[in-house]
């Protein structure tokens, strides 16, 4: 999976740190930024292979960045993970209408945020 580009886009310093110590063996080169803004601003300027986005950040709302990336015909078919500690089915059910693969923070998360990483990824390739 080299020359694959994964962009974080957290409030929470400590998960991202996670988030990379569980993707950098997939040799993924890992961008981060900590807010939507700057997120969007990443995208456009150099669009990753994957994204992977809380709802609840500074600069706006996760779900919005996603909605504003789908509805761009150069970036639509950009995959998307929501990783969020919002379990509610009205959140879920958003995700899955913009074609996002939603991921509850927890004690799993890590685990399955990897696996949809590389099955994700190799359905890019």
Do not use: W
């Amino acid at each position: 999976m080299t020359n694959r580009t994964i962009l974080i886009a957290d409030d929470d310093v400590d998960l991202i740190r996670l988030l990379r110590a569980a993707l950098a063996p997939l040799g993924v080169e890992i961008r981060e930024t900590y807010d939507a803004t700057s997120a969007l601003t990443i995208i456009q300027r150099c669009p990753p292979s994957l994204i992977i986005l809380d709802i609840n950040m500074p600069g706006g709302n996760g779900l919005s960045a996603c909605e504003m990336l789908k509805t761009d015909k150069h970036m639509a078919s950009m995959p998307v993970i929501i990783l969020s500690g919002r379990s509610d089915d009205a959140t879920r059910d958003r995700c899955s209408q913009m074609g996002a693969h939603f991921v509850l923070k927890g004690p799993k998360a890590l685990s399955e945020v990897k696996d949809r990483v590389i099955s994700l990824l190799a359905l890019t390739q």
